[in-house]
DNA sequence: TCCCCGATTAACT
DNA sequence: GTTAATCGGGGAG
């Protein structure tokens, strides 16, 4: 099986970023065994961009965004979350595609392990929920995802450019975001159907609902 | 050193 | 719709 190369990578982010909807992400975990998910849910962030970890320049922390493209970077929040990026476009750069969202294809049950045994869909529904599913943390921030190594994305079955959706960034402030996000119209993996509006979950009772 | 707050999630009302 | 949880980065003093 061919892994996707370091040409796929060292393109601008908003060519990767819908490019990647409908590729594959395998995970081998070190304790055996490995997980395969569908990324169906991106975002782009380009240089000068002031949403972007890189804008204000190097540090210790985004180091790995500086970096050449098909590399991880991974980035810890909220005292509790981690991010999957892969770094994009040309050494030195400072950009990258953040990974939000997946279907899960094999290896569910050592993903429902690192989720805590949550319901199927939610497992990979979320930036913070795929690294976790995928148990990706800053061990995992500047390893090569073209050689070597135990995380690496698939040409799977890219999806067609008309069912792929853009719209705002989630959690972004910045005024007059931009339509850098990007995901598979009507997949189950991705985190909030529109700009700002998280899907119905089953497993919580909603207002207006009798459970 | 101090302080604020984030590319989030889960559990509330 | 709202908010607690939880902590490291980075700017200010």
Do not use: K
């Amino acid at each position: 099986v061919t892994r996707l190369p370091r040409g796929f990578f060292e393109r601008p982010a908003l060519e990767v970023a819908p490019d990647l909807i409908g590729r594959d992400l395998v995970r081998r975990f070190p304790a055996g065994g490995r997980a395969r998910v569908r990324i169906v849910e991106t975002e782009a962030y380009l240089p000068d961009d002031p949403a972007s970890h890189a804008f204000r320049g190097r540090t210790d922390r985004n180091a790995a965004m500086f970096g050449p493209g098909g590399h991880a970077y991974v980035y810890f929040v909220y005292g509790m979350h981690h991010c999957l990026n892969v770094v994009v476009g040309r050494d030195g750069e400072g950009t990258a595609v953040l990974l939000r969202g997946a279907e899960p294809i094999a290896g569910l049950e050592a993903m429902r392990g690192f989720r805590g045994g949550v319901a199927d869909r939610l497992l990979c529904t979320g930036p913070a929920r795929l690294a976790q599913a995928l148990a990706v943390d800053r061990g995992h921030d500047g390893v090569d995802l073209v050689r070597g190594g135990d995380l690496w994305f698939e040409p799977g079955s890219p999806t067609p450019a008309a069912r792929i959706a853009r719209g705002p960034r989630v959690g972004v402030r910045a005024a007059a975001d931009v339509p850098w996000r990007f995901w598979e119209v009507g997949s189950p993996g991705v985190s909030r159907i529109g700009p700002g509006v998280s899907p119905p979950d089953p497993g919580r009772r909603r207002a207006g609902s009798r459970g």
